[in-house]
């Protein structure tokens, strides 16, 4: 069963360069379970262990951002504006519930308004399906009456959570799997990690603005200059719709993804986490990425770090509502553990020289 930090984390609302609200909590649970915390001047936060033992830097990192929109205009009529953040296929928005997050941190709910069939039958009308042509109706009824509800230029929509957990009690669907589950692994590392097993110091946190192009990664890892970066992130399953061997399925494994268009996978390290999962019988699956994580920023960091994606296999990323399934997550954890115990500067040496 997940640990309740899940749960909070993917309620809590941060399209990117919003993520304040996520980073509150990861620093009051940082705290608990850290010997110091340490934050970017982005946002990106980390806790660490081991800080003074002479091993290598490892880094485990989520991302805090979900996809989203941001309050872009305001009509005359009241009706809101929006502009994406994040990769998000605008058919998916259609008479979605969405909430504008205003200053004080509490939600105006709105709904994307679709054309009913009556006002389509002339052939003249066309539905609504892009960005451009969305309004989010929060039920105001003018200019006037939106500044009145709080809301501005410039503040983050979320999509509506419905947070459910299936009948036969395996799998979740919720909001912003991608990425608070790495969020809440980084947690869940640092809670379990017995650190005088370990013979590194481990960086566990989150990044900000990967979902707009990584951009938190490259700060937080000038910050800390890892010797081994480890990207948790969500990956997406196509088995809904096709079979493939490099796909995806729910409930096959955390992905080894050995590929994608900005990271190819260091040959050694992709025989490390291989070797490592077989050891010790995780179930394990092949992903190519057609997407990045922050693996890929942080492999360039100075003059070159050591990277790889841990994925967590999910259905329907970036919409309303992802899948997951809790055989997964135990793969996903269960591996870093494990690769946690290996990792001192011989291993690092050792997987350098396998290229």
């Known amino acids: ?33 850290s010997e110091v915390v340490i934050q970017d001047k982005l946002g990106s936060i980390f806790g660490v262990i081991n800080q003074h033992k002479n091993g290598p830097k490892v880094m485990i990192a989520g991302h805090m951002d979900e996809v989203g929109a941001m309050v872009a205009g305001i009509t005359d009529k009241g009706f809101i504006k929006m502009i994406p953040i994040g990769s998000i296929n605008a058919p998916i928005m259609m008479s979605e519930h969405l909430n504008i997050v205003i200053d004080d941190g509490s939600f105006v709910p709105g709904v994307v308004g679709a054309k009913p069939p009556h006002l389509l039958r002339d052939g003249a009308s066309k539905q609504v399906s892009d960005f451009d042509d969305f309004v989010l109706d929060i039920g105001a009824d003018s200019k006037a009456h939106v500044a009145e509800l709080g809301v501005k230029i410039g503040q983050q929509i979320v999509f509506e959570n419905n947070y459910k957990v299936s009948k036969d009690g395996k799998k ?93 996978m260091h040959q050694g390290m992709k025989q490390f986490v291989e070797e490592t999962a077989k050891e010790h019988n995780i179930k394990f699956q092949y992903y190519k990425s057609g997407g990045g994580t ?62």
């Open 1 to 33: 069963m997940l640990k309740e930090h899940y749960r909070i984390l993917v309620d809590l609302p941060g399209v990117s360069a919003h993520e304040k609200y996520v980073r509150k909590f990861m620093k009051s649970e940082l705290e608990k379970v």
């Open 172 to 264: 979740i669907f919720s909001k912003a799997w991608d990425d608070r589950f790495g969020c809440g692994m980084a947690l869940d590392i640092l809670q379990t990690v017995d650190k005088d097993k370990i013979p590194c110091q481990l960086y566990a946190g989150a990044n900000v603005q990967e979902e707009v192009g990584l951009r938190g990664a490259g700060t937080s890892s000038y910050m800390v200059k890892p010797d081994l970066f480890i990207a948790v992130d969500c990956s997406p399953c196509s088995d809904t719709f096709e079979d493939s061997d490099i796909g995806g399925k729910l409930g096959g494994g955390f992905m080894v993804r050995f590929y994608d268009p900005n990271a190819i």
């Open 294 to 355: 922050d693996a890929a920023k942080v492999q360039l960091s100075e003059d070159g770090v050591l990277v790889c994606t841990i994925g967590m296999p999910s259905r329907y990323i970036h919409s309303s509502t992802s899948m997951i399934h809790l055989d997964d997550y135990e793969a996903v954890k269960a591996v870093i553990l494990a690769m946690l115990e290996k990792i001192d500067f011989n291993k690092i040496n050792e997987i350098k020289a396998n290229v």
